[in-house]
């Protein structure tokens, strides 16, 4: 099992070594460059974005990249301390193995027992951010009762908890950080109204997906609106702004031929305004120009779909409807189902491009609930990082009112966890040792984040841990990020006071999963590669007697040797990123540098095993 084990620890290790440099307000920006020639790149610092965006072909690195995918997606962050602290947990699992001998299991179920503590720990940090009073949880119908809270939150908490999201994100806009943090929680705020905690819990995704998040390139700032923005070829005739102050739109899906007397008829039932996801001719232009109605041509179905359920009005799906129906019926009642007014619609042009923005209303219960953030950056990929980064801030809002609790930030949590899972008391002499483990990696974390903010990691570890010891029952033993100045003197003090907070569902979802994976990298034996293709979610596999059969023996570096011999196969080998199961000795630097592949490469790789 050692050379399996070596293997596995190399590749968790290299994956920690990667997003390691990312971690915190202080972490680096990662530049993913593709493959090929097309001059794409992502500059990111997200934890799952790096992952998703590059190739590692070992099935470890795997195992681990959905891991992150599913941290993402459950609670918007904690990409980054999910994979540091498996790399970390399985190299004290190998040093535990190796040098003190003992077994694997043993090490999962006192992990196990070591997150048990910390879970504990975590709960007795939490800090309320509703305006309501939670029931207690000893109650039994403590789960009813706060399903029934109104999803009303504390908007001081909201913000903080927003800039510290935003600021790992985005490095050195300190100012455009407080800008961004007040308009995620004023859209939140305004999204969520007056619904309870199961109602956002039941429409999380509904509410994050009304929310349009739209990327200018222009003067760095954001602002918010509830309306849409719906892009528009600009032929450079047009220069003034358009401001229509009472538009009466209707939204046509489907391809009609309107005549003169035909846009005269939507002038006289009170439009004057067309949206169409179809091009209009010169002739239909002119016609709408001659009767003052404002029109929209080539809109997306995504746009058409948020102007209907922001406006409440039915769109028109047939020609033959519009013409015998509506154009001929003028029936007053019927009109408004197809008529919507709206509270004005205004036109700006940025860079050459032309867009329209549809103010949809003030009241929540009229316009649905569409809103949209305008964000604005003199520089693209800035862009893109304050898209992903205004997302994910919006994501950990939800998921905080959702469990009713933040964390108090600045590394207060790990090294709360660490010290109380090393005050626990155990005559077991390798448990305690396997606990001291655990709790040194999750003071690397701790370190991790001093380093990528100019500190030694060993100094700021031993301040905090003498700051907990000292603290007496306060938090104050956070770690001071903007003390640079002084001489990088390291200084400790309450995250509440500095207004950092971390999202409690985050944290607790890393320390889980890290600990379970790392529980199933430990009870493996052997990497056996199949001989055919297959998709493992189906479960599918061949009969006994066809031609692709497996060998139970056959082991992962028997089936590459063999397929690398036979010239039919097409598999490429990525020599930096997959490292045989061999039992020479391992060289952990060959998987430093991680190689890249486009989409449609690894689409392409997916299809062809099968995945």
Do not use: W
């Not at 992502?42 to 995918?69: A, M």
């Not at 990929?381 to 469990?403: P, R």
Request: hydrophobic content about 35%; proline content about 3%.
């Amino acid at each position: 099992m050692q050379p399996v084990l070596n293997e596995i620890v190399t590749v968790s290790f290299a994956l920690r070594n990667t997003v390691s440099s990312c971690f915190g307000p202080g972490g680096n920006l990662k530049l993913i460059a593709q493959k090929d020639d097309s001059n794409l790149v992502v500059c990111t610092k997200n934890g799952n974005e790096i992952l998703r965006n590059i190739f590692v072909s070992h099935p470890v690195g795997s195992i681990i990249s959905k891991v992150v995918f599913s941290q993402f997606s459950s609670s918007g962050d904690g990409t980054c301390t999910v994979v540091m602290l498996i790399g970390e947990l399985m190299k004290s699992a190998e040093i535990l193995i190796n040098k003190n001998g003992l077994h694997p299991i043993d090490i999962v179920d006192s992990y196990l027992e070591a997150l048990s503590i910390a879970t504990t720990q975590l709960q007795s940090l939490r800090i309320n951010i509703l305006e309501n009073e939670l029931p207690p949880i000893s109650s039994p119908t403590y789960f009813e009762d706060t399903m029934k809270m109104p999803a009303k939150f504390n908007k001081e908490i909201a913000t903080k908890l927003c800039a510290s999201v935003l600021s790992t994100k985005i490095l050195g806009k300190s100012h455009l950080v407080s800008d961004l943090s007040l308009l995620c929680v004023e859209t939140l705020d305004f999204m969520i109204g007056s619904k309870t905690i199961k109602d956002l819990m039941k429409n999380r995704i509904n509410i994050l997906r009304d929310i349009s998040i739209v990327s200018l390139v222009g003067k760095e700032g954001g602002t918010f609106f509830k309306g849409i923005i719906i892009p528009q070829l600009f032929s450079g005739e047009e220069i003034e702004d358009i401001i229509i102050k009472q538009p009466n739109i209707m939204v046509i899906n489907c391809v009609v031929k309107l005549t003169l007397s035909a846009v005269e008829k939507l002038k006289q039932i009170g439009c004057n305004v067309l949206i169409s996801t179809q091009p209009f001719s010169e002739e239909e232009i002119h016609y709408f120009q001659k009767s003052s109605i404002f029109f929209l041509s080539n809109v997306s179905l995504d746009l058409v779909r948020r102007v209907c359920l922001g406006l409440r009005v039915q769109v028109i799906q047939s020609a033959h409807f519009l013409y015998n129906t509506i154009l001929k019926d003028n029936d007053q009642t019927q009109n408004e189902l197809f008529i919507a007014k709206a509270q004005k619609i205004d036109v700006f042009y940025s860079f050459g491009n032309r867009f329209v923005c549809v103010h949809f209303g003030e009241d929540r219960e009229v316009i649905g609930g569409m809103v949209t953030l305008l964000i604005r950056s003199p520089d693209i990929q800035t862009l893109k990082i304050m898209h992903s980064a205004v997302y994910t801030s919006l994501f950990v809002l939800c998921t905080a009112i959702e469990d009713g609790f933040v964390l108090p930030g600045c590394g207060v949590p790990e090294i709360s966890c660490a010290q109380s899972i090393r005050s626990t008391r155990t005559t077991n002499k390798a448990k305690k040792r396997i606990y001291y483990s655990f709790a040194k990696s999750l003071e690397s974390i701790v370190g991790t984040l001093g380093h990528n903010s100019g500190f030694h990691s060993i100094d700021v570890i031993d301040a905090m841990k003498e700051a907990y010891e000292n603290s007496n029952g306060t938090l104050e033993y956070g770690l001071k990020l903007d003390n640079l100045a002084n001489e990088h003197t390291i200084e400790t003090t309450s995250p509440v006071h500095l207004g950092v907070y971390d999202s409690y569902r985050a944290k607790m979802q890393s320390f889980t999963q890290a600990v379970e994976v790392v529980s199933i990298l430990l009870k493996i034996d052997q990497i056996v590669k199949a001989n055919f293709d297959f998709n493992p979610e189906q479960n599918i596999a061949p009969q006994r007697g066809e031609e692709n059969e497996v060998e139970i023996g056959d082991s992962y570096e028997e089936s590459e040797n063999s397929e690398n011999n036979n010239n039919s196969s097409t598999q490429p080998q990525d020599i930096e990123t997959f490292l045989p199961s061999s039992h020479r000795k391992l060289r952990p630097e060959k998987i430093s540098s991680v190689q890249y592949k486009t989409n449609d490469e690894k689409e392409r790789e997916s299809r062809r095993r099968g995945l």
